[in-house]
């Protein structure tokens, strides 16, 4: 039995959701918002990306985007997943265009792998989860509007 966890946050951004959506998407700044990635490389971008992730806790996946719609929405699942506790999981994110700025929410998924050790893992997992989620979105936010 596998254990899936599930967070959702949003922030407001004084800038606008093409603002909000290229500095978020830009894998190649990806480290300077969110410390949760450690490395990314893209595999490629069309129609829709493939980007090949290394990330703290020892996971290493592959996010294949199932939507990329600029500037309002994208959504990934996780493919080729290396981890001890990691089976899978997946994001979508929202951009919404608001007076004076972007209303940007994450969905963010986990998917813990089945053991009855495991289980024990999990409020770790969702703490830590909604914990990095909540910093890198902070983070992402103080850039953008420090660059206004």
């Given at each position: 039995m596998t254990h899936k966890i599930t967070v959702t946050e949003s922030v407001v951004v004084r800038r606008r959701p093409e603002d909000v959506?290229?500095?978020?998407?830009?894998?190649?700044?990806r480290h300077e918002w969110d410390s949760s990635v450690l490395e990314a490389t893209v595999l490629h971008r069309d129609p829709v990306p493939r980007v090949r992730v290394r990330c703290t806790g020892g996971l290493k996946a592959v996010f294949q985007y199932r939507q990329f719609d600029r500037p309002s929405r994208t959504s990934l699942w996780m493919e080729e997943v290396q981890s001890v506790i990691v089976a899978g999981g997946g994001d979508s994110w929202s951009y919404v265009n608001m007076d004076g700025?972007?209303?940007?929410?994450?969905?963010?998924?986990v998917v813990v792998k089945p053991g009855w050790w495991?289980?024990?893992?999990?409020?770790?997992?969702?703490r830590q989860l909604l914990l990095s989620?909540?910093?890198?979105?902070e983070s992402a936010r103080q850039k953008l509007e420090a660059d206004e």
């Open positions: 959506w290229d500095f978020t998407q830009d894998y190649a700044r700025g972007t209303s940007w929410t994450q969905t963010n998924t495991r289980r024990l893992l999990v409020p770790l997992v969702r989620t909540r910093r890198a979105m």
